[in-house]
């Protein structure tokens, strides 16, 4: 039996870097599919002149793979006119061998005219801007965090011992310690009383040996050049948090709905969550799928009945961190038994790890809900799907299993 095809006119696109190979393939009454291909240039003029080729051709359903960021002037052009699935290249990939840049695109083609093309979720373009900017912003954090273990190390080689006496060495009063330090570097023989904060001065007879260290020129220089990369860092960080607010204004409505989610206290916690998932849930089927698209199921790979891997993917790179970092938090708290109950028991069984992930999938599917139904959270509805209903019978052999499964050793009675 021969495949369907859905699209009787479509197109692939095989993107590169300086131009992008188009096939258009046309399928008629008959069934005979004729194929029609051009390549293009990728500044803008090259693709206007491939929308305009598309349009001429009377094609407006497309699909290309998405090539590191090469596809996304081209999406920017077509995105008004067509019809555009993006896919992830290992879903499109062509026979090993048998490979052209023509070859590629009358592949995607071929694999898309009979809707055998796995789509990538893509956002509109505003929560695309969110989701660029957010994702910026995570990556200034991670250089500060980079700049504060380097000024540590600086210390540690210098035999200024300050990290192990206060907890925050990027405090007001470390800071004023460090500032003084490197005034005269020779000279550790200040009053830092008057430098630190009332509530430390009980440690002021450790912070006094703390202190008595060598500092080099050579460390000094380099620990004023860290000081100054994070205090420009800090900088650019809040002129970027502006920006996004300002980005975000528009989904304060479902900014509050997921503030009300455990753990969920920071506003760019919840702007995260939309920059990453959108505020559209019809996009997704149902939690499920958008839990799997997240990276938070066990994947499926069976083989002559033999299950060779359930680990979680890769995907979900920016949100899941942030959903196990949520889930961590959750379960060390008492004001939310309904998590942390579901947690002690999962790890149980399966141990920490494991548990962390069904958490992190419990509250990712909490925010699918509330978005859709545009509810806050509800933590009753948890507690009564944990509850056992009033009449229920079970077997001995069924309370055994149910024992064991929730962790439990069976003795013989005596």
Not at 286 to 299: F, N, Q, R, V
Request: hydrophobic share 40%; glycine share 4%; charged share 25%.
């Amino acid at each position: 039996m021969a495949l369907k095809i859905v699209y009787k006119i479509c197109c692939g696109i095989d993107v590169h870097k300086t131009f992008v190979v188009a096939c258009i393939a046309s399928t008629n009454s008959n069934g005979i599919t004729t194929y029609k291909s051009h390549r293009f240039s990728t500044y803008t003029k090259g693709l206007r002149e491939l929308l305009q080729w598309l349009l001429d051709n009377n094609c407006k359903d497309v699909c290309m793979e998405s090539t590191g960021k090469y596809w996304i002037p081209v999406f920017n052009i077509l995105e008004s006119s067509c019809n555009i699935i993006l896919a992830h290249p290992k879903y499109v990939k062509a026979i090993r061998g048998k490979k052209t840049d023509k070859k590629d695109a009358k592949w995607i083609a071929d694999l898309f005219k009979h809707d055998l093309v796995a789509a990538s979720f893509m956002p509109p373009a505003d929560i695309r801007q969110l989701r660029d900017l957010m994702r910026y912003r995570f990556k200034l954090i991670c250089f500060m965090s980079s700049e504060k273990n380097r000024l540590q190390n600086c210390l540690t080689v210098s035999n200024i011992q300050l990290g192990n006496i206060v907890s925050d060495t990027f405090g007001k009063s470390s800071q004023k310690i460090i500032d003084k330090l490197l005034e005269n570097p020779l000279d550790t023989s200040f009053d830092i009383g008057s430098l630190i904060h009332g509530s430390m001065l009980k440690k002021l007879p450790e912070l006094e040996l703390a202190v008595d260290g060598y500092i080099t020129p050579e460390q000094a220089g380099k620990l004023k050049i860290i000081k100054g990369h994070f205090e420009d860092l800090e900088s650019r960080k809040a002129e970027l948090e502006k920006l996004i607010l300002a980005l975000a204004a528009p989904y304060q409505q479902e900014l509050d709905i997921i503030l009300t989610a455990p753990s969920f206290k920071n506003i760019f916690s919840a702007i995260t969550v939309i920059s990453e998932i959108g505020v559209n849930m019809e996009a997704f089927p149902s939690a499920k799928h958008l839990c799997s698209w997240a990276g938070l199921t066990p994947t499926n790979n069976e083989s002559a009945g033999k299950k060779k891997s359930v680990r979680v993917s890769k995907a979900g790179c920016y949100i899941k961190p942030l959903l196990v970092q949520c889930a961590n938090s959750v379960v060390k708290s008492e004001k939310h038994p309904e998590i942390r109950n579901r947690y002690l028991r999962i790890k149980k069984r399966r141990g920490h790890k494991k548990a962390i992930i069904a958490i992190a999938r419990m509250l990712l599917t909490a925010l699918y809900n509330m978005l859709k139904k545009k509810e806050p959270y509800n933590a009753e509805l948890y507690k009564k799907s944990d509850a056992f209903p009033a009449k229920r019978e079970i077997t001995v052999e069924q309370a055994i299993l149910l024992a064991q499964l929730q962790g439990y050793k069976i003795k013989p009675a005596i």
